[in-house]
C-alpha cells in the first residue's frame, strides 16, 4: 500500500470513530438518569381549557414540568411517525384511565407527551388518530428532544414533584409500557406513592 493510500485510509477511519464518539455522546448519552433534575424547558402553555385545567398550570406563555400541579409526571417522547409509538397509544390511553377512575391517584399522577420533531398539525393529527386524551405538545425543532438527550421513541419519564416544588426523575426507559397495570404498579413503588396513592 502507498503512502498516500494508507494517509487516506487513516484519515477516513479518524473521520469514522470521531462520528461514533459524536453519536454515542448524542443519542442517550445525555438522557436523564435516576435522580437526576430534569432540563430546564419551557413549554408552551395550552390553549385547550381542558389541558390546562388537567395541568393545573397558570396563565402566561410557559410552563415547566415541574410546575405541573401533581405528585408524579408522566412525560411520553413520541413521534406521530414512529410505529412503535402509533403501537403504544391504546396501551397509554389505558394507563391515563387507570389513574383517572382512581380517586385516589387522580389529580397525582399525570402524563404528558412530546411530539418530536413533529409540527402542531402533526401532533394534532396523531392525538386524534388515537384519542389521545393528555396533553401533547410539538417539538417541531427538536429543542425538548435535544434537552432530553435525543433518546429513541417511544421513551417514557417519570418525575416525583416534591411539595417544596423540588423535583426527581425515578424512571427514564426506552420502549413500551409492557401492560398499563404493570406499568402504573411500577409507577407508584418507584415514585415513592403507596399504594393508596397518597404523598
Not at 45 to 71: C, H, M, R, S
Not at 150 to 162: A, D, K, L, S, W
Request: aromatic share 12%; proline share 6%; net charge positive.
Amino acid at each position: 500500500m502507498s503512502r498516500r493510500k494508507a494517509v487516506t485510509l487513516l484519515s477516513v477511519v479518524a473521520i469514522a470513530v470521531s462520528l461514533a464518539v459524536v453519536n454515542a455522546h448524542s443519542f442517550g448519552a445525555t438522557a436523564p438518569q435516576k435522580g437526576d433534575v430534569l432540563p430546564d424547558i419551557k413549554i408552551p402553555v395550552p390553549l385547550n381549557n381542558d389541558d390546562k385545567a388537567y395541568l393545573g398550570v397558570e396563565q402566561g406563555a410557559f410552563f415547566t414540568i415541574p410546575q405541573i400541579k401533581a405528585a408524579v409526571v408522566i412525560i411520553e417522547i413520541f413521534s406521530m411517525y414512529c410505529p412503535y409509538c402509533q403501537r403504544e397509544a391504546p396501551e397509554v390511553n389505558r394507563l391515563y384511565s387507570l389513574i383517572e377512575n382512581d380517586p385516589r391517584l387522580r389529580g397525582k399522577i399525570k402524563l404528558i407527551g412530546l411530539g418530536t420533531g413533529n409540527s402542531k398539525f402533526e401532533v394534532e393529527v396523531f392525538k386524534k388518530k388515537y384519542n389521545v386524551p393528555f396533553p401533547l405538545f410539538p417539538d417541531e425543532d427538536f429543542m425538548f428532544h435535544k434537552s432530553f438527550g435525543e433518546v429513541r421513541t417511544p421513551y417514557f419519564i417519570g418525575v416525583r414533584i416534591n411539595t417544596d416544588g423540588t423535583h426527581q426523575v425515578f424512571y427514564s426507559k426506552l420502549g413500551g409500557l409492557e401492560g398499563a397495570e404493570q406499568f402504573l404498579r411500577l409507577i407508584i413503588r418507584w415514585s415513592g406513592l403507596n399504594e393508596g396513592g397518597a404523598q
